[in-house]
């Protein structure tokens, strides 16, 4: 069985989270809730709360095949812990499944050198994308070797139909 590592910290979209949650389990993939701390409840941007399994200091790249990075103002707040980004960067170096939604391309843009490639976002981080090197591409799902980037919650399905694709 597969195994995903879905990031949470306070803010998230909150359908951000949820969909690819229980969509990546129907799917069925083994999927860890993992904040920077372990057992914390974590408020989305809507209120609707969820508790973290594990911590980011705690896990490890081998232990995984791919990341989930939801949006909403929780991948800003992922990027002040040194042990998320350090995973994220990992999982990178590792040419491992990088998939994240809205705004969590931000997390991207901090942990992997995404100059020349295509990715998307919401269209608000498209300057900091670009400036990162990156092609912004207007889409509702990008794939650029390992990473997979979409836009906003209505390009959901199709994001996380790239996910599973890419991981069966």
Known sequence: MK??????ENLYEDIELLWPLYRLKEAGFKVDLVGTDK???YTG???VPTQS???SKDIKVEDYDAVVIPGGYSPDRMRACEATKDFVRNMNKDNKLI????????????????KGK????YHTIKDDLVNAGANYIDKEVVVEGN???????DDLIA?????????K
């Open 39 to 41: 057992d914390k409840e």
């Open 159 to 167: 994001f996380t139909k790239e996910i599973i694709n890419k991981l």
């Open 147 to 153: 990473l997979i980037t979409s836009r906003q919650p």
């Open 53 to 55: 399994e594990l911590a």
């Open 99 to 114: 998939a994240a939604v809205c705004h969590g391309p931000w997390m991207i843009a901090s942990t992997c050198d995404i």
């Open 118 to 121: 295509d990715i998307t976002g």
């Open 45 to 47: 941007k809507h209120g």
């Open 3 to 8: 195994k995903i590592a879905l990031l949470v």
